[in-house]
């Protein structure tokens, strides 16, 4: 797409790109800075403009995985992805990348490097230890990847070590869902259930547990038979934050629908209300009003 303004494009994925080339002792560097709004990345070119201007831009060359890694996620992952996204990513690259690969210069950086963090993660558990799982080690790559491959488009390297690294492979497990019996015996179960509610949507609106508790009586609509999806309630592991804080965050744009209701389930949402409202009687000023539905 043309730029947009000042070295400012837009890129297909919604998010704007500002290049911008600054003169420093050790001659022009060309640096690129991202964000969601194009206000936001006019704003750091200026930051940039203003610190090589006072001569404090800082040189990536010759820069470590570990603080490449570290600003990637504070200014790539944080500012455009879920707090409960930022965190996990964060975790995997403090905890898995950085301890082995961290010192290492960005640009020295090797598949072969790449293929031996992953098989020391391996390792220890295929020898009984406290090692990743195969699975676990293919979630480290997918966060390490991504961070690479950022590397290449703002020109840090130029090609992804981890783009051809050898994942450890994984035993897909069918999943098995109830069948239409199975099914009808566990909502019997529920019956009269302080949750049955719950497990009604979950089962029969398709409703991810994280959608369901995220759920106010403002997004139902009992007459009309639908409810909407607009929020998910996440558990989000911040600063030495274990086993984390339960926190309110937006789904994303493909989560976001309306979702129909059939009778039962409108008539077990009709009972929850009423024995909560009841319950709000009964607790008077202490109650929290939060509009939530669980």
């Known amino acids: 797409m043309p730029a947009k303004g000042d070295g400012i494009t837009k890129r297909k994925d919604g998010r704007y790109v500002g290049h911008v080339v600054v003169h420093t002792a050790d001659g022009p560097k060309r640096k690129v800075v991202y964000g969601r709004k194009y206000k936001e990345v006019e704003k750091k ?27 990637w ?30 010192r290492m210069k960005l640009d020295a950086l090797r598949k072969v490097h790449v293929d031996r963090l992953y098989a020391t993660l391996l390792r220890a558990n295929l020898d009984g230890g406290t090692g990743l799982a195969p699975s676990s080690v293919r979630r480290v790559h997918a966060v390490l990847h991504a961070a690479l491959e950022e ?17 450890p492979k994984v035993r897909q497990q069918e999943m098995e869902p109830l069948d239409a019996d199975q099914a009808q015996a566990f909502l019997k179960a529920a019956r009269g259930d302080r949750f049955e509610a719950l497990y009604v949507l979950c089962l029969m609106a398709g409703l991810r547990q994280g959608e369901a508790l995220g759920l106010k ?22 600063d030495g934050d274990r086993p984390g804080r339960l926190e309110f965050s937006e789904p994303k ?24 409202l009841e319950e709000q009687v009964k607790a008077g000023p202490d109650w929290r009003n939060e509009d939530l539905v669980f």
Not at 45 to 71: M, P
Not at 151 to 167: F, G, H, M, Q, S
């Open 45 to 71: 070119l200026a930051e940039l403009r203003g610190d090589a201007a006072r001569g404090i831009v800082a040189d990536t060359k010759g820069e470590t995985v570990g603080s490449y890694l570290k600003r």
């Open 73 to 102: 996620l504070e200014d790539v992952v944080k500012p455009n992805k879920t707090p409960r996204t930022y965190g996990t990513h964060r975790q995997q690259v403090e905890t898995h990348v950085i301890p082995t690969l961290g």
């Open 151 to 167: 590397a290449v488009r703002a020109e840090l390297i130029t090609r992804n070590p981890a783009a051809y690294a050898n994942k």
């Open 217 to 238: 009586w403002s997004d139902v609509d009992l007459d009309g038979g639908t409810l909407r999806v607009e929020r998910q309630l996440q558990r989000v592991r911040r």
């Open 253 to 276: 744009n493909a989560s976001r629908r309306t979702v129909g209701l059939n009778q039962r389930a409108v008539r077990t949402l009709r009972s929850h209300r009423k024995r909560q």
